[in-house]
């Protein structure tokens, strides 16, 4: 059984870091899509960035140059690093295996699985 757990999420002042971690369990890792994904009150999830296998990276334009997305596969794990927040990021944080949808994120390269598993999320919440 496929199971994600997000970590890492929580309250900061703006201007702040924090590292989300996304552990994996219960799925080959290898050749998967990683995806990061957040969802605000009354706002549509939005895809916030994807990994390959390969280690070839995707970014929404909001976040690029703050958010760095990388990846353990010896411990089956997915990083969010997420710097210089803004309080427009407070949201939900979801991460996904193989997601089918990316929202409007450009998948990574390669990305065709379908597996579709997601985590519970972890809650960001930033202040100003």
């Known amino acids: 059984q496929v199971r994600l757990v997000e970590s890492g999420g929580g309250s900061v002042q703006s201007g702040g870091s924090l590292r989300l971690s996304c552990e994996v369990s219960?799925?080959?890792?290898?050749?998967?899509?990683m995806g990061w994904f957040r969802q605000a009150p009354g706002k549509e999830r939005e895809g916030v960035a994807g990994?390959?296998?390969?280690?070839?990276?995707r970014y929404a334009d909001s976040v690029k140059g703050r958010f760095t997305i990388s990846q353990d596969n010896a411990n089956n794990t997915v990083y969010l690093q997420m710097n210089s927040l803004k309080p427009e990021d407070t949201a939900m944080y979801y991460c996904?295996?193989?997601?089918?949808?990316?929202?409007?994120?450009?998948?990574?390269?390669?990305?065709?699985?379908?597996?579709?598993?997601w985590g519970q999320g972890t809650l960001v919440t930033v202040s100003s």
């Open positions: 990994i390959n296998s390969d280690g070839s990276t």
């Open positions: 996904a295996a193989d997601p089918i949808s990316w929202w409007s994120l450009l998948p990574p390269r390669g990305c065709i699985n379908a597996l579709d598993a």
């Open positions: 219960g799925y080959t890792y290898d050749n998967t899509c």
